[in-house]
């Protein structure tokens, strides 16, 4: 079956650590983005791609890297420099511009900093 | 500044009324806008949309409403049930591609 696949699910880290959280989907969707879930915040954008080796910051980039080396794969590298990041850790995906420009998503992956 | 607003953290409905949630935008520019349903600790999925060029989309029990004067939605779901507990993402698709999404509603909808 298509879909989105996150991985790890749940994610524990040292304070300093850098971790990277994996995002693949079998779509062959062009645009990839990931988001950032906290209580009361909604879904706030992190980075997003729409081709292979580019991509864009979105509101809340800081402490954050990605790549896309392939249109299938769009991993997030969580820094020591962001300063709050445990949070719940969504990777999307869609067609760009392509009808409603629904998003499909994964089942997510929850961070947490010790 | 919030692009698409929704005002109402909490919504809390007896099983087999209608719930209605409801959302707010800035963008007279957005092209579609799109409704998310999501469980915690699970990503989202997508309800329902609207095309900016008209005003009401049914799928069964859940019917959006689109007032592109007030820059104001709405999502009508009748009857409501338990399993429609979770909470709700309004969604507006800007120029880029991209979905701006609201804070999202807690519908609690109780047996």
């Known amino acids: 079956d298509g879909g989105i696949t996150q991985s790890p699910k749940y994610l524990f880290r040292k304070e300093g650590q850098n971790v990277t959280l994996s995002c693949e989907q079998n779509?062959?969707?062009?645009?990839m983005y990931w988001y950032r879930q906290d209580p009361g915040q909604g879904l706030r954008l992190i980075y997003y791609?729409?081709?292979?080796?580019?991509?864009q910051k979105g509101d809340i980039a800081e402490g954050y890297s990605v790549s896309r080396e392939k249109k299938e794969s769009f991993p997030l590298t969580v820094t020591s420099a962001q300063k709050n990041p445990t949070a719940f850790y969504l990777c999307?995906?869609?067609?760009?511009?392509?009808?409603?420009?629904?998003?499909?998503f994964g089942e997510g992956s929850r961070l947490t900093v010790l | 500044d919030q692009q698409v607003k929704q005002n109402s953290p909490s919504l809390s409905v007896q099983e087999g009324r209608i719930s209605i949630l409801n959302c707010d935008y800035t963008?007279?520019?957005?092209?579609?806008f799109l409704w998310y349903k999501k469980y915690p600790a699970e990503g989202p999925t997508f309800l329902i949309s609207?095309?900016?060029?008209?005003d009401k989309n049914e799928d069964g029990r859940f019917t959006v409403f689109l007032n592109k004067s007030a820059k104001h939605l709405s999502l009508h779901i009748v009857p409501s049930q338990p399993g429609d507990s979770a909470v709700y993402f309004c969604a507006a698709r800007g120029s880029q591609g991209n979905l701006i999404f609201g804070k999202g509603t807690k519908l609690s909808v109780k047996p």
């Open positions: 609207i095309s900016s060029i008209k």
């Open positions: 779509l062959n969707h062009d645009a």
């Open positions: 791609s729409q081709i292979v080796n580019d991509f």
């Open positions: 963008n007279s520019m957005f092209d579609y």
């Open positions: 999307a995906s869609n067609r760009l511009l392509a009808g409603t420009g629904e998003l499909f």
